[in-house]
C-alpha cells in the first residue's frame, strides 16, 4: 500500500477512508463481505465511513467521491487461490476511456458489477482519484444459505483482521473467532 495511507496526506489533513462490503446474503459464503461491513460499522473508527454495498451495484461509485483510500472487502474466484485464503489487491490503473470501459463491463456479467467495475467508473468520471483495494476472499462454498460457512468463517478472518488492521493503520482489537461469532450472531438474528 502506499505508505501515505498510514498517517497524512501531503497537506498534513488525516485521510479519510471507506471500507465497503459487497455479497449476497442468501448465497452462503458469497455474503462475507456484506457481514463484515454490518460488524464494522458498530464499531468506532475515526475518519472511515464504513458501508455494506449490497450486491455491489454502479450507483456505488457515488460513494467514493471525497474519499482517499477505499478498500472493498468480497469474495474472489477460485483462480486466485485455495478456498478460505485471503488476498489483498490494488486496484491501480489509470483512467480509462469510455469505450475500454464499456467494453469491460459488456466483457463481464452486468448482473455482477465488481470493485474494478467501480472504482473505473468512478475514476473515468472524475468522481474518485485516490487508492483503492480489494481484500478478497476465496469462497468454500456459495450455496442457498443466510451464513457463511464455518470454513470461511473460522478459517479466513484472522487473515481478514490482518489486512484491516494494515489498511486502517489501527489494531481492531479483536481475533478472527470474535469476528466469526458476531457475524454468526447477525445470522441467527436474520432467521
Do not use: W
Not at 70 to 77: G, Q, Y
Not at 164 to 180: P, Q, R, S, T, V
Amino acid at each position: 500500500m502506499d505508505k501515505r495511507t498510514n498517517k497524512e496526506n501531503s497537506r498534513g489533513a488525516q485521510r479519510r477512508k471507506l471500507i465497503v462490503g459487497i455479497g449476497n446474503r442468501c448465497m452462503g459464503d458469497d455474503g462475507i463481505g456484506s457481514y463484515i461491513a454490518e460488524v464494522l460499522q458498530s464499531m468506532p473508527l475515526r475518519n472511515v465511513k464504513v458501508i455494506d454495498g449490497g450486491l455491489g451495484n454502479l450507483e456505488l461509485i457515488y460513494e467514493l467521491r471525497g474519499f482517499d483510500e477505499v478498500l472493498f472487502i468480497d469474495v474472489i474466484t477460485s483462480k486466485y487461490g485455495k478456498p478460505c485464503e485471503v488476498k489483498m489487491f490494488s486496484l491501480a490503473f489509470s483512467n480509462i476511456s469510455s469505450e475500454e470501459l464499456m467494453k469491460l463491463l459488456t466483457i463481464h456479467n452486468r448482473h455482477r458489477i465488481t470493485p474494478v467495475h467501480i472504482v473505473a467508473l468512478a475514476r473515468s468520471l472524475n468522481i474518485f482519484d485516490g487508492n483503492a483495494y480489494l481484500l478478497g476472499i476465496i469462497p468454500y462454498m456459495i450455496r442457498l444459505s443466510t451464513c457463511p460457512s464455518e470454513n470461511i468463517l473460522y478459517s479466513s478472518l484472522d487473515k481478514v483482521i490482518f489486512f484491516l488492521e494494515k489498511f486502517l493503520d489501527i489494531g481492531l482489537n479483536m481475533k478472527g473467532y470474535e469476528l466469526a461469532n458476531k457475524i454468526m450472531k447477525i445470522c441467527q438474528n436474520n432467521r
